[in-house]
């Protein structure tokens, strides 16, 4: 794969079980190498199907996708998937320590690299808490860490595959605000290379990426930067009024 430029060219998408509803509408779509996109857009919008389409999870119904100029159809799909890290919002660990599971992302990750991953990830912290740090025990579920520290873990998991695509689909839901920054800077400035897509609830997870699409009805309603579409977009505007209520009191 030569960079993690992604293209969608007039997407469409049904699923297969109900054929004649059009989950995706005629999506076109430029997604420049090392960019962050944001994705915004109400419960059944279509943002989960829209990422799902570029590991190939599913595949289009009509047009295509590229990535580095070349259909993700011709890529072997083990490379495809390697090159194309997904975290969601319910990921699962597994039982084993934290080592044996960050490494499931990459079984080659020496123990320095999985310090790394999660420094970025802002789970560092919170693992030197532990008294086992690194070979503390997982209990079956991830039921002895909370559902940030695990949403964390999971993004370090799928940083030491050194993915070219990192989608983060609403996985950092249970992330405190602060934190969650956090992880967005140390996107920023360490996998400046890796193009991000970051779905979210929030619009403080995605007002400083580079650019925000807004999901409507499986039709892309607006298309820009935050400040963008604060001027321009109706639904934007609403779910920022929506979500900072109170604010000025
Ligand atoms: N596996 C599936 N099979 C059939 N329909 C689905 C499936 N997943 C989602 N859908 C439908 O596709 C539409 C878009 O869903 P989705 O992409 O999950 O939206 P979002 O992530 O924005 O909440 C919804 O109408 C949803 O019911
Ligand atoms: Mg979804």
Known sequence: MKNGKIIFKNVSFSYFVNKDKECLKNISLHIPSGSTLGIIGGTGSGK???????????????GEI???GIDVKKYDLFTLRNEVAMVLQKNELFSGTIKENLRWGNKNASDDEIIHACKLA?????????????DTYIE?????????????????????????????DDSTSAVDTKTDAMIRKAFREEIPDTTKIIIAQRISSVEDADHIIVMDQGKINGYGTHEELLKNNEIYKEIYASQTKGDNN
């Open 48 to 62: 989960s199907s829209l990422v799902q389409l570029i590991p190939r999870l599913y595949d289009v119904t009509e």
């Open 66 to 68: 590229t990535i580095g």
């Open 122 to 134: 802002q789970a560092d912290s919170f693992v030197e808490t532990f008294p086992n740090q690194y």
């Open 140 to 168: 079956q579920g991830g039921t002895n860490v909370s559902g940030g520290q695990k949403q964390r873990l999971c993004i370090a998991r799928a940083l030491l595959k050194k993915p070219k695509i990192l989608i983060l």
